[in-house]
């Protein structure tokens, strides 16, 4: 018994000096992607698989953050190019005529905007990730008509909204609001000059009982020109834009940041073509996307 005990101990703790090793040469290198050797399904074991899943999961992160460095300082490059260019006409501005003159100062304006905004999403996308907003019981339809509200001051356009079942979720109202303000930005934006209403519909599940079973859906239905179904599975990437789309102004960032808003809130973004032309392009909240009719 007493060889027995001796041969358990010995076997429990060599693991423990090989986990222990593997955790120093991950602080030593910084190097996540170390293989965590994992053996056996006692509490070593169990050990040993969670420390792997918390490495992969930081490499991750890390890889996440570089790429959107990376991603940021590349489209970051081409507002401040045209702003060097315009402001080194600014020293001449007295030789311009005046409509030349007009023309500088519209554009300085308008890029000093657009680098703004991308400022803005890039903050933006970075505090949805850090989870600081309290979350609390939302009405997503409270949450909708006051977006719809301030996008028709904005715009002038006719948004309409269309509520049914149970709109109410546990999430960050904040972060909700951005994302369906995005996606009413971006039906705007592609519908410039259109006369049919952007609509907003905002559909719970029904109840069985006391408990609801299913996910609150948002979206938003444009009758613009469409999106591509090339395009269509790319609309979340980062920074990414349809061809057709790079002379509007934006930054590529906002239908990621609905991306994030939905992931962080159980559920899953979904962009499709509508019947009869246009774009639907919404997110579930604590649930997984489904195409719907329509």
Do not use: C
Request: aromatic share 4%; net charge neutral.
């Amino acid at each position: 018994a007493g060889l027995f005990g001796w041969w358990v101990a010995r076997r429990i703790t060599r693991r423990l000096v090989v986990l222990t090793n593997t955790a120093e040469a991950v602080a030593r290198t910084r190097r996540l992607g170390i293989q965590v050797p994992v053996a056996g399904y006692d509490e070593v074991g169990r050990l040993g698989r969670a420390f792997d899943r918390m490495l992969g999961r930081l490499a991750q992160s890390e890889e996440d953050q570089r790429r959107l460095v990376q991603d940021a300082g590349h489209e970051l490059r081409t507002p401040l190019t045209s702003l060097r260019t315009n402001i080194s006409l600014l020293r001449r501005i007295d030789e311009l005529p005046p409509g030349t003159r007009e023309e500088l100062v519209a554009d300085l304006t308008q890029e000093a905007r657009e680098l703004t905004d991308l400022v803005n999403e890039l903050v933006d996308l970075a505090a949805g990730q850090s989870d600081t907003e309290p979350p609390q019981r939302v009405d997503l339809a409270d949450v909708a008509e006051e977006v719809a509200g301030l996008a028709r001051r904005r715009t002038g356009r006719e948004i309409v909204v269309g509520v049914s079942g149970d709109t109410t979720t546990d999430g960050r109202p904040g972060m909700l609001t951005r994302a369906l303000s995005n996606l009413v930005e971006n039906a705007v934006k592609f519908d410039r000059g259109g006369r049919a209403p952007v609509e907003i519909r905002v559909a719970g599940p029904a109840r069985v009982g006391a408990v609801r079973v299913g996910a609150v859906r948002v979206e938003v239905r444009d009758r613009g020109p469409g999106i591509a179904d090339d395009d269509l599975v790319r609309v979340f990437d980062r920074f990414y834009r349809a061809a057709d789309a790079r002379s509007l102004p934006g930054s590529g960032l906002g239908l990621s940041i609905v991306r994030e808003v939905a992931l962080a809130h159980g559920g899953a973004p979904y962009a499709f073509s509508r019947e009869g032309g246009g774009t639907v392009i919404g997110f579930t909240v604590g649930g997984v996307a489904a195409e719907p009719d329509g």
